[in-house]
């Protein structure tokens, strides 16, 4: 069983940033690829950002590209995600999660099988 914490939320102006934190417990996190994804209201969860285990290939919606980064840190057993340049339409709860296996579709939430609780971004205009 895996546990995924995530952490760093919150209220921002549009144009400003937050660094998201989803924190990993309960396998080798290195075992893992993870992923991003978020909900807005009246909206289906959707794909944000996944990076393989070591780090080394990261993938992300169009939307987000050149604005979203995201990072591992295997040492720490955490993924981050840096969100730049914030638009009111990011605003949404944003999900960690967590993939055993290999060769999955990244954009696909059936190929993760853990979950995260959720932290709410909110990006006001």
């Known amino acids: 069983q895996v546990q995924l914490v995530e952490s760093g939320g919150g209220l921002v102006q549009a144009g400003g940033s937050l660094r998201l934190s989803c924190a990993a417990s309960?396998?080798?996190?290195?075992?893992?690829?993870m992923g991003w994804f978020r909900q807005a209201p009246g909206k289906e969860r959707a794909f944000v950002a996944a990076?393989?285990?070591?780090?080394?290939?990261?993938y992300a919606v169009d939307s987000v590209k050149g604005r979203f980064t995201i990072s591992r840190d295997n040492a720490k057993n955490t993924v981050y995600l840096q969100m730049n340049s914030l638009k009111p339409e990011d605003t949404a709860v944003y999900y960690c999660?967590?993939?055993?296996?290999?060769?999955?579709?990244?954009?696909?939430?059936?190929?993760?099988?853990?979950w995260g609780q959720g932290t709410q971004v909110t990006v006001s205009s």
């Open positions: 990076i393989n285990r070591s780090g080394g290939s990261t």
């Open positions: 309960g396998r080798p996190f290195s075992s893992l690829a």
């Open positions: 999660a967590a993939a055993m296996a290999y060769g999955l579709r990244w954009n696909s939430l059936r190929s993760y099988d853990y």
